[in-house]
C-alpha cells in the first residue's frame, strides 16, 4: 500500500512540474559601450516598458527583466534583440567590433535610438562592424513599417531635436535587415514611463507600437 502512495505522489509532483509555467527564458538586451557616451540613459523604464507592450500586443513571452551586455561579450549572443541609445560618444575596439559582426550576421538584431548628438560617433563605429555596408534610408514600404502595427509614412516622430523630419536608417547584409537606426525620432525616450519626458499619449504609443514592429521583424526574420 505505501508503494502505492509514493507511486501516486511521484506522478503528482511529475504532473505540477510539467503543468506549471516556468520563467519566461526569451529576454532582450540594453548594449554597454565604452567612450563615454550615456549607454544607460534610459536605463530605468524604457525597454521593461517595450517588453511589458509586446508581451500583451504581440503575445511574446519576453522575459520582464531586461539584460545589460557589452559589445565585446560572448554574451551577446543570448540575445535575439539588443538596444542601443545614448547622446555622446561611442567607441568599438576591434575586438568588439568582430563580435558584433559575428553576432549580427549570425541572426541577431541591433537597434540603435540616436537620444540626441549620438550620429557622428555611431556612424563610424558601425563601419567597423561592417566596412563593406553604409546605412541607407529605408523606404516606407519596407516590412519593418508594416508588421503589426501599420507605419505607412515610416518612422514617427517622437522628440523635436533639430526641427527635421525622424529617418529610419538600416544595414543590409545578405538581404536581411540585420541593424536599424532611428535618427531625429528617439524612440528609446518615448518607451519611457510617461512623467520622465512628458510624451503626449499618441506620441507614446506611436513609438511603443514602433518598437514592437523591431520585435517582430527580428524575431522572424
Given amino acids: 500500500m505505501m508503494k502505492k502512495v509514493l507511486g501516486y505522489l511521484l506522478l503528482l509532483v511529475f504532473f505540477v512540474s510539467a503543468t506549471t509555467p516556468t520563467e519566461p527564458t526569451?529576454?532582450?538586451?540594453?548594449?554597454?559601450?565604452?567612450?563615454?557616451g550615456d549607454w544607460y540613459a534610459n536605463l530605468e523604464?524604457?525597454?521593461?516598458?517595450l517588453i511589458v507592450f509586446c508581451n500583451q500586443n504581440l503575445g511574446t513571452?519576453?522575459?520582464?527583466?531586461?539584460?545589460?551586455v557589452e559589445v565585446g561579450s560572448p554574451d551577446l549572443f543570448n540575445y535575439p534583440f539588443v538596444h542601443m541609445t545614448g547622446h555622446g560618444n561611442v567607441v568599438f575596439t576591434q575586438q568588439e567590433a568582430d563580435n558584433l559582426r559575428k553576432y549580427l550576421i549570425g541572426g541577431g538584431f541591433l537597434h540603435i535610438s540616436d537620444n540626441y548628438g549620438m550620429d557622428k560617433f555611431i556612424r563610424p563605429q558601425m563601419k567597423k562592424v561592417f566596412p563593406e555596408l553604409t546605412f541607407v534610408e529605408l523606404p516606407f514600404n519596407h516590412p519593418v513599417y508594416h508588421q503589426k502595427f501599420e507605419f505607412a509614412n515610416g518612422l514617427p516622430k517622437i522628440h523635436e531635436h533639430d526641427n527635421k523630419a525622424p529617418e529610419g536608417f538600416g544595414l543590409i547584409y545578405n538581404g536581411r535587415l540585420v541593424c536599424f537606426y532611428d535618427y531625429e525620432c528617439d524612440l528609446g525616450d518615448g518607451w519611457e514611463d510617461v512623467e520622465v519626458h512628458r510624451d503626449s499619449q499618441d506620441n507614446r504609443e506611436?513609438?511603443?507600437?514602433?518598437g514592437a514592429n523591431l520585435i517582430q521583424y527580428a524575431f522572424e526574420n
Fill in 206 to 210: 506611436k513609438a511603443l507600437k514602433m
Fill in 61 to 68: 513571452t519576453i522575459n520582464t527583466e531586461q539584460g545589460i
Fill in 26 to 36: 526569451v529576454k532582450i538586451a540594453l548594449l554597454k559601450y565604452n567612450g563615454g
Fill in 45 to 49: 523604464t524604457s525597454l521593461k516598458n
